[in-house]
């Protein structure tokens, strides 16, 4: 799975967009980037995933550059609840191997 | 969307004795499901991988006598820690992959052992 580089910590205003960037400049043709979150004292929670188009659902937006090398993760307005963990991570999708965590970016939501 | 669960939340337990931590896919089957361990501070590190009907398979630095996984349905895997010491306590979390088309993988919320 290719390495990703994400910031150690982030600070975001309640009711403001959280956007948080992971590097990924190895990503191989067949490499997906998937986000997962991980609040104190709770497992992870995946967040989404996308191959090359811009992805959205109800928790967060995924915008991945025209290279591939990066991606940002939008939390369209951050509340209290999403102060977390984010772990980036690029791998196969379907491959069948666990998924591989970083140190991630903590994301600290003030109000 | 999927969900899976683990048992218990917590425990406390003397040096010594061992621990058995439960994780369920409870609306979906996992033929494989991994276990985690995250010490303060620190990101999850993958202990081993649990295959239902077959053995699991541990990564590297991981005792196999210690950290006993028996995955005997594909809806239940179970991770033993077998003469615990105060050195394993940890936070514990199991991850189950749903098979399918995206394949992603759902965690538990997490067994925080302590051992006195």
């Known amino acids: 799975d290719a390495k990703t580089t994400q910031p150690p910590s982030m600070d975001c205003a309640e009711g403001r967009a959280a956007n948080l960037p992971c590097n990924h400049s190895t990503i191989s043709g067949n490499e997906y980037v998937y986000w997962y979150r991980q609040i104190h004292s709770q497992g992870p929670q995946y967040i989404i995933h996308?191959?090359?188009n811009n992805e959205t659902n109800e928790m967060a937006s995924l915008i991945i550059t025209e290279d591939r090398k990066s991606s940002t993760l939008i939390l369209p307005h951050a509340t209290l609840r999403d102060t977390a963990v984010y772990y980036c991570i690029v791998r196969v999708e379907g491959g069948r191997r666990a998924l591989t965590f970083g140190s991630g970016t903590r994301l600290q939501v003030q109000p | 969307g999927a969900v899976v669960s683990q048992h218990p939340s917590w425990v406390i337990c003397k040096s010594g004795t061992s621990v058995k931590i439960e994780c369920r896919s409870l609306d979906f089957q996992a033929t494989t499901m991994f276990w985690y361990r995250q010490f303060p501070k620190q990101s999850l590190m993958l202990m081993a991988t649990s295959n239902e009907g077959s053995k699991a398979t541990y990564e590297q630095g991981v005792e196999k006598d210690k950290f006993l996984i028996n995955h005997a349905s594909l809806t239940l895997s179970t991770l033993t820690v077998t003469s615990a010491h105060p050195e394993d306590s940890s936070f514990y979390i199991c991850?189950?992959?749903?098979?399918?088309?995206?394949?992603?993988?759902?965690f538990g919320p997490g067994t925080r052992l302590l051992v006195l």
């Open positions: 996308g191959l090359k």
């Open positions: 991850s189950a992959r749903e098979t399918g088309a995206q394949e992603t993988q759902y």
